[in-house]
């Protein structure tokens, strides 16, 4: 079975640009999360989502946006980019979002803002 | 204070040694721990999954968790040079609330 993938792999981007990265889950997978990756903060929990509905999000500000299609794939947007969002983006896929659903994480997009 | 804590290292061991890598948390809510390995410039790789207090072994890795002492460990026996990644702790509370929190990573590296 195929696992979870993202792309683009690599971006570079300027300030003030906005930016769309594609995630499709793991097949039969119907949640799927985003999380952000820097070496001062670790990993962070941007959003999920299950049904083609937001069910969580994390703390991060409203030019982090998301969406998810009817057949589970799911792109992140983010807007007005800042020199502080240059980060691994990474995409998590679970069955489902009950109790006990373990997360399987792709590889991650590689964004860099100039 | 962080809702999980984890020491980032670098570890580093010779080949054979046994590791011991460790997490603190502070919620109380978290039921489900895992450990992931990330290798560099790849994705996180789920390693081990625990419900609630207790041991769970899968090949040369043991995961423990202490919910009374909010503790959690893994355990690598027999260290091997490709066991050599950053090791992250992750925890969620579950039900409505999925999202996994996790410790920073301990970079580990085995040497021949």
């Known amino acids: 079975k195929a696992g979870v993938t993202q792309t683009p792999r690599y971006l570079i981007k300027t300030r003030g640009q906005q930016v769309t990265l594609s995630c499709s889950p793991i097949s039969g997978h119907r949640s799927v999360s985003w999380y952000q990756q820097t070496p001062g903060q670790g990993l962070q929990f941007l959003f999920e989502y299950f049904s083609e509905t937001q069910r969580n999000k994390g703390n991060f500000p409203g030019r982090f946006s998301g969406r998810q299609f009817s057949n589970s794939r799911s792109e992140m947007n983010v807007s007005t980019l800042e020199l502080g969002d240059s980060a691994l983006y990474l995409c998590?896929?679970?069955?489902?979002?009950?109790?006990?659903?373990?997360?399987?994480f792709g590889p991650g997009t590689r964004l860099l803002v100039l | 204070q962080k809702e999980v804590e984890q020491d980032p290292g670098p570890l580093s061991v010779p080949e054979g040694a046994i590791v011991s890598l460790n997490c603190t948390y502070s919620?109380?809510?978290?039921?489900?721990f895992m450990w992931y390995r990330q290798y560099s410039r790849k994705g996180p790789e789920l390693l081990m999954y625990?419900?609630?207090?207790g041991n769970k072994e899968d090949g040369r890795f043991t995961a423990q968790v202490d919910k009374s002492s909010k503790y959690i460990s893994l355990f690598i026996r027999d260290s091997q040079p490709s066991d050599s990644a950053t090791y992250l702790c992750a925890m969620s509370a579950g039900g409505s609330n999925y999202k996994l929190t996790f410790g920073k990573g301990t970079l580990l590296t085995v040497n021949p």
């Open positions: 625990t419900y609630s207090s």
């Open positions: 998590a896929s679970s069955r489902d979002r009950g109790r006990g659903e373990t997360q399987y």
């Open positions: 919620n109380s809510a978290f039921q489900y």
